[in-house]
Structures are given as structure tokens and as C-alpha cells.
């Protein structure tokens, strides 16, 4: 894939509904059924973060669900792009960019949310042909406001900010002309997952629907 054929893909999934759930999976047997408690209320675009050793069997345990589309998140070299990649993700997101990481990812056909806080950031990937990108870390960086100015100079670009993110705060995000969805946790909170609640999953997942 080109760029901008990457990016075009991964605008496609971010549209596809207003949270993209951001899952630290601490055990892969826990996958399935979280993913099938998130499809069921509304959210199938999952993001299994790469910070745990059961995140690509998590990955590869997941794409199996039906209705799920699965990435993987905190991608920061080629390396995890491959392994992502082979695991069974669809796309892939990360905190930032590197001309190595992109490069992997437009070999492997494998479309990527990277990440940009700043107008050159967003400036040096839409010349390359990126122009969905993550805002991150959104509440960190300046959240809404800095949303809001970007979007004057910069129309073209679309963000989907995670970090900070909540229910609370959510639908502010996504009422900006430049945010296409967000990413957030509290969709799949630890104490949930550790209890297998799954129906109170489903039931944050239906709420995040309602944002939009």
C-alpha cells in the first residue's frame, strides 16, 4: 500500500463507530470474550496495546471473533509491526512515528494510526501521506484546545485522541470537525475484565455509542 492508501484504510476503521476500545490484556484467555462483550454493544475496532506477554496471543485470540477488528497498539518498531502482523492484527497504532516504523508498516500492507501532538509532527506526516493521525497523550498535550487550533491551519488532517479520554470528556472530543473517534480504557475497565463482567462491558460499550 501507499501512504496514502494506509491512511485512507485506517480513516475507514476509525469511522466505523465513535470509541476504539484500548485494551491492556494481561490474560490471552480473557481476549475472546472481552472482544465479543465489545462487539456485542457496538465497538468492534479494538486496540490490543503491546505492552503485556500475552498481547499477541491476545491479538491472535481475538481475531478470530467474529466481528472484531483487531490492531495493535504502543507499535514502535518494525519489529512489533511484523509480529503484530503475523499475530493477526488488521491495523496497527502508535504513540509516535519513525521513518523506519512507517516504512515497515507500507511494506506490510498493514494500516497504521501514528501518533502527533504538534503542527510539524502532523505537517511531516501529511507530507508523506498520512492524514488520519492519533493525538496523543490528548489531555496531556492540551486536549480540546489544541484540537481546535490545529484544525485552522491544518484542515486536512483528522485525529483520533487517546489519553485522558473518558466518558466524561469524550463527546466534547468528538463534536470537533477534526476528531473522526477517540480511544479510550474506560470502556474496558481492569476491575471488569478481572471479574469477567462481560454484560457490564457490553453496557459501557452500548453508553460510548450513544456519544454520536
Known amino acids: 500500500m501507499t501512504p496514502q492508501q494506509i491512511s485512507l484504510r485506517t480513516r475507514q476503521l476509525c469511522a466505523v463507530a465513535p470509541v476504539i476500545p484500548v485494551l491492556v490484556i494481561e490474560d490471552a484467555t480473557q481476549a475472546a470474550p472481552l472482544a465479543q462483550a465489545l462487539v456485542a454493544g457496538g465497538l468492534p475496532v479494538l486496540e490490543v496495546t503491546l505492552r503485556t506477554p500475552a498481547a499477541l496471543e491476545a491479538i491472535a485470540a481475538v481475531s478470530k471473533v467474529k466481528g472484531a477488528i483487531v490492531g495493535a497498539g504502543t507499535v514502535l518498531t518494525p519489529e512489533d509491526a511484523l509480529a503484530a502482523r503475523a499475530a493477526g492484527a488488521q491495523f496497527a497504532v502508535s504513540p ?117
Request: glycine share 10%.
Open 96 to 212: 509516535g512515528s519513525t521513518p523506519r516504523l512507517l516504512e515497515a508498516c507500507e511494506a506490510l500492507d498493514l494500516p497504521l494510526l501514528p501518533g502527533a501532538v504538534t503542527a510539524t509532527e502532523a505537517m511531516l506526516l501529511l507530507e508523506r501521506g498520512y492524514d488520519m493521525l492519533k493525538f496523543f497523550p490528548a489531555e496531556a498535550s492540551g486536549g480540546i484546545a489544541i484540537l481546535k487550533a490545529l484544525a485552522g491551519p491544518l484542515p486536512n488532517v483528522s485525529f483520533c485522541p487517546t489519553g485522558g479520554v473518558s466518558l466524561a470528556n469524550a463527546g466534547d472530543y468528538l463534536r470537533l470537525p477534526n476528531t473522526v473517534c477517540v480511544g479510550g480504557s474506560w470502556v474496558a475497565p481492569d476491575d471488569a475484565i478481572d471479574a469477567r463482567d462481560w454484560e457490564r462491558i457490553t453496557g459501557l460499550a452500548r453508553d460510548a455509542c450513544r456519544l454520536v
